[in-house]
C-alpha cells in the first residue's frame, strides 16, 4: 500500500520538537518507533503532512538508576528494557510483560514510550506499570510536569498529553518492604496476539507476612483505557489472603471494568475472566520470590 506524501523532520533536541510541533500543530505526528504510526497511516487512519521524529533527541534512549527504581527513556525499545540488568533485577514482572508483547520484530522496534502515548487500551505494558507505581514526565514548550500513569490515559486511544507535549520518560519507584510482583496474560488466540484479559499486581506484604499492607492492580483489554482497580485494592488492603477474600477482590475489579465485545470474547466473559485472572495473578505475586528489590 502506497502511502501519502508527507514530509519527515528529525530534529535534534527537544526545543526544536516544540518548535516543529508549534509551527505544524494537528499537521505533525510525533513518531518513536513507529510501528503503530505506519499501520494507521497504510490504514489511511492518519495522514500528518508532517513526521517529526524523535529518534535523534538526545536522553531518550538510556535506562538508569532512580533512587531504588528505574527512569526509561521514551526511545528504548520494548525488547532492550526486557534484556536490561536494571530492569531484570528490580522489576522481574516487568520483563515478563515486555517479553510477551507482540513478536520479536515488533518488540526490537516499537519503543516504550510510544507504546504509551498510543494509549492503545489491550497493549500489555501499561497494566504492569500501573500495578508498579509508575509516572510519565511530559516536556511541553512550558515545561516540564510529571503524570501518575493511572491518571495518564483519559480515553480510547486518548491521554492527558496536551499540544506540543513529548512523553520523555517512564519513572518506576523503587520497591519498599516486601514487595512482589506479577503479570498474567490470558489469550486463547495466537501468542502474539492482544490480550482477553491480563492483569499486573504489584503488592507488599506487612510485617507479619500474612497481611496485605499495600497493593496495586492495573488491568488490560477490559475497558476503553488500561484501569487501575481501585475497588479491588481496597478490598485485599490490610487483609488475610484468603479465598472468600480473593474472590470479593476479582468481584470488585470486575465491576469496575467496562470491556468490549471483540473476536477476543464477549463483555460478559472478559469480565468473568478479570475475577478469574485478578486472583490468579495476586496468588502469583505472593508466591513470588527474589528480585524485585533494589541491591
Excluded at 510536569?145 to 492527558?160: A, I, M, N, Q
Excluded at 479491588?232 to 476479582?250: H, P
Excluded at 475475577?275 to 495476586?282: A, C, M, N, Y
Aim: proline share 6%.
Amino acid at each position: 500500500m502506497v502511502l501519502h506524501k508527507f514530509d519527515f523532520a528529525e530534529p535534534r533536541s527537544l526545543e526544536e520538537v516544540h518548535a516543529l510541533l508549534g509551527e505544524h500543530g494537528d499537521d505533525a505526528k510525533l513518531m518513536a518507533g513507529g510501528t503503530a504510526l505506519m499501520l494507521f497511516m497504510r490504514q489511511k487512519l492518519v495522514q500528518p503532512a508532517v513526521i517529526v521524529s524523535l529518534r535523534h533527541v538526545p536522553g531518550l534512549h538510556t535506562v538508569e538508576a532512580l533512587d531504588g527504581g528505574v527512569r526509561i527513556g521514551a526511545l528504548v525499545t520494548h525488547r532492550r528494557a526486557e534484556l536490561d540488568p536494571l530492569v531484570q533485577q528490580r522489576f522481574p514482572a516487568l520483563r515478563d510483560t515486555l517479553r510477551h508483547v507482540a513478536t520479536i520484530r515488533i518488540r526490537n522496534m516499537g519503543t516504550l514510550g510510544g507504546n504509551l502515548a498510543h494509549a492503545d487500551p489491550a497493549q500489555d505494558p501499561p497494566a504492569m506499570l500501573i500495578a508498579l507505581g509508575a509516572s510519565v514526565r511530559l516536556a511541553g514548550p512550558n515545561g516540564v510536569r510529571t503524570v501518575p500513569l493511572d491518571e495518564f490515559f483519559t480515553g480510547y486511544y486518548e491521554t492527558v498529553l496536551e499540544p506540543g507535549e513529548v512523553l520523555t520518560h517512564i519513572d518506576i519507584p523503587g520497591p519498599r518492604g516486601d514487595f512482589r510482583q506479577a503479570w498474567s496474560k490470558f489469550l486463547p488466540r495466537s501468542v502474539d496476539d492482544y490480550a482477553t484479559v491480563a492483569v499486573g499486581v504489584g503488592l507488599t506484604l506487612a510485617p507479619d507476612g500474612q497481611r496485605v499492607a499495600d497493593v496495586r492492580i492495573g488491568i488490560g483489554s477490559a475497558g476503553e483505557t488500561p484501569i487501575r482497580a481501585r475497588a479491588a485494592e481496597d478490598v485485599l488492603r490490610g487483609q488475610l489472603l484468603t479465598d472468600d477474600v480473593l474472590r470479593a477482590a476479582g468481584e470488585a475489579a470486575a465491576a469496575e471494568c467496562d470491556p468490549l465485545t471483540d473476536v477476543r470474547g464477549s463483555a460478559e466473559y472478559k469480565r468473568e475472566m478479570v475475577k478469574v485472572w485478578v486472583r490468579r495473578t495476586i496468588r502469583k505475586a505472593v508466591e513470588a520470590t527474589g528480585g524485585g528489590r533494589p541491591a
